[in-house]
């Protein structure tokens, strides 16, 4: 055969490719469940995942469950009882899907884990997330450049710092605290960070539901008993909602611009970017939710067309019963230096929208 023709078979075959997968998705339907409305990323997750999947020819039903846990077991049912074809579950508290997922297994339903590890189950077929660990790690090396510990170690300086972790229910949230320890811990021990609240494990920094008003108040109150003499240099949390919160507290204890702290998050949403371009914020965790909707939706095709999707984690998700195959996206830390290039030249936010 000449390189014409070929070129014309290579041609033919992937077109017949595209429309085999377009007719093997039409009519199928994907359920998505998401946590909550309340915070922005979880809004970008749904509408992309949702966007991408019916570009693919799938029909979909994304519901969100306002951090609600019986809202979340009812709404997992339901989508078992129409018989979906397949689940993406970012879950609110994974142990008490287990039984509903159970359910979706011997309904023949695959479910694909969001974000969130689901625990406890052999229903889970893969996994797609961002390196959890990873962010811990990228946060922690962000306070230690930015304030140079090793610097201050040789010299015998110290900076105070206090902690703001996430929800002891998510799998993820520990996966975090450990990534932040790993790089900060040695500097805890040797007093170059002083945390002078003591609140430095995990159970004693963790914020049920990852709750905005929680984080606040807990720095309200570490402000008060621990501050009132000295001030607060660093607040590493994880997560925007939580700098929101730290930054109220902040303000009513009457930090300015002269002795505002460094303020850690993750998420980049709008409002954690604005607040970084004004100075209110240090940095934040761009998470492209976009790549990680691609990977979810290429995982969803896998287990319908019974196919192997794109895996770089085979080890360390075991949910209690078994190793999730797991795609990790990579984390990247946004601050005033690197906002624009990231997120505006990366049109994952316009100019208009970052405005003041």
């Known amino acids: 055969m000449n390189k014409k023709l070929i070129g014309v078979a290579a041609v033919a075959a992937l077109a017949s490719m595209a429309l085999s997968t377009a007719a093997f998705a039409e009519g199928e339907t994907v359920g998505i469940l998401m946590p909550t409305q309340s915070s922005e990323r979880w809004i970008n997750d749904g509408a992309n995942m949702k966007a991408q999947l019916e570009e693919k020819g799938y029909n979909v039903e994304l519901q969100y469950a306002e951090d609600d846990t019986a809202t979340q ?3 997992l049912e339901n989508y078992v009882g129409k018989g979906v074809d397949c689940l993406v579950i970012a879950a609110i508290d994974s142990d008490v899907l287990v039984n509903a997922e159970a359910q979706a297994k011997e309904a023949g339903i695959p479910i694909i884990a969001y974000d969130r590890l689901l625990m406890n189950t052999d229903a889970v077929s893969y996994y797609a997330t961002f390196d959890n660990k990873g962010v811990g790690t990228v946060i922690g090396n962000y306070i230690k450049e930015k304030k140079d510990l090793e610097a201050a170690r040789a010299a015998g300086e110290s900076y105070t710092i206090e902690f703001f972790m996430g929800s002891p229910d998510d799998n993820n949230a520990l996966f975090l605290y450990n990534g932040i320890m790993e790089v900060l811990q040695e500097y805890l021990d040797d007093g170059t960070l002083v945390c002078k609240s003591g609140r430095t494990s995990f159970e004693d920094t963790c914020i049920l539901r ?16 621990k501050y009132a003499d000295v001030d607060l240099d660093i607040a590493c949390t994880a997560f925007d909602g939580f700098a929101y919160g730290v930054k109220a507290a902040l303000q009513g204890a009457g930090y300015t611009e002269e002795n505002w702290p460094l303020i850690t998050g993750q998420d980049a949403e709008v409002m954690a970017t604005k607040n970084i ?3 209110s914020q240090t940095m934040s965790i761009y998470k492209d939710t976009r790549l990680l909707a691609e990977k979810a939706v290429t995982m969803v095709d896998a287990v319908l067309q019974g196919s192997e999707p794109e895996i770089n984690d085979t080890e360390q998700y075991n949910n209690g019963v078994i190793t999730v195959p797991t795609y990790m996206c990579t984390p990247v830390a946004v601050d005033a230096s690197n906002y624009e290039e990231l997120l505006i030249e990366g049109e994952y936010y316009t100019e208009e ?3 003041q």
Do not use: F, K, M, P
């Not at 990852?210 to 008060?224: G, H």
């Open 73 to 75: 077991v009812s709404q």
């Open 277 to 279: 371009i004004n100075g």
């Open 210 to 225: 990852w709750d905005q008003q929680t984080a606040q108040s807990n720095c309200e109150n570490i402000l008060t008993a």
């Open 353 to 355: 929208q970052l405005a």
